[in-house]
């Protein structure tokens, strides 16, 4: 019996030990969150243009900022209808969603706009919140509503795809409670879904354009914004950054001075987590890359 006893000791304290590993792998030792800029009103959408710099809206302003290691911090554009959550496409095209212009629209390298959808079944969007876009170009996006709720449409908050031509959209989630970050894996295989409404994060099977299945907890807790790392660790915003492995187990967490609304990894070795924290933008270096990026030089066909 005291053979089974200790057996079954070292056993838990060897998974202990390994779990506390993988916990210190995912930040560089030493490395702490460091503040690029500040004196925003609301922070959210960072997106890495795989050339060197960094892309963030500040909701209130309307405006999308830019960062960079030689140039700091810069003005990209002020959007009549807002800004949120972003995404650089395989051409380059940085894509926007706007929650006061109820659409989902394109801004090409040289600065022309142009709307993707404002749409389903001929009814308004409610304020586009999140995207991701998966390797065939279709774009997955959130729907909910934050402030007032003149206006709705659309019957509740859900999910939704455009399709890679830009001429469909299909309804892909309607039974979710209030769904805000969304997040796919680089090969195309799986959507992460955080319904802060519910206090949850999903993860789904894709098993076709725009159609998920096979629905599974991702997280015990809701998200505004997400990120997949390259080992399939899932992590979510609040006053931390949570860190849950691929069996929904929290593994890490990352101290911040002000609470996350969203974050990416990017940078020169694509080992930088950019934090948006309200008022806030931070960084802190990583050990691992992202893999959510279907166009990523490590993911490209």
Known sequence: MRIQILVVLIILFVHAACGFAENESIVVNGAEVQKLAGDFRFTEGPAWDRKGTLYFSDIPNKTIHTWSEKKGLGTFKVLEGSCNGLIFDKE???????????????????????????SYQGKKLNSPNDLWIDPEGGIYFTDPRYGSMDDLQQGGFHVYYIHPDGKKIDRVLDN??????????????????ADPGAKKSYVYDIIGSGKVA??????????????????????????????????????????????????TLGGPDGKTLYITARTGFYSIKLNVKSGSDPFAKSHSK
């Open 92 to 118: 380059g095209n940085l894509i926007v969603c706007q929650p006061t212009g109820r659409a989902v629209i394109k801004i090409t390298p040289s600065g022309e706009e142009s709307v993707i959808a404002d």
């Open 176 to 193: 979710l409670v209030k769904p805000n970050g969304v997040i796919g894996s680089a090969d195309g295989k799986k959507l992460y879904v």
């Open 214 to 263: 096979n629905r599974k907890i991702a997280a015990d807790a809701g998200s505004d914004g997400l990120v997949l790392d390259e080992r399939g660790n899932f992590y979510v915003t609040g006053k931390t950054i949570r860190v849950f492995s691929s069996e929904a187990k929290e593994i890490a967490t990352i101290p911040l001075p002000e609470g996350a609304a969203n974050m």
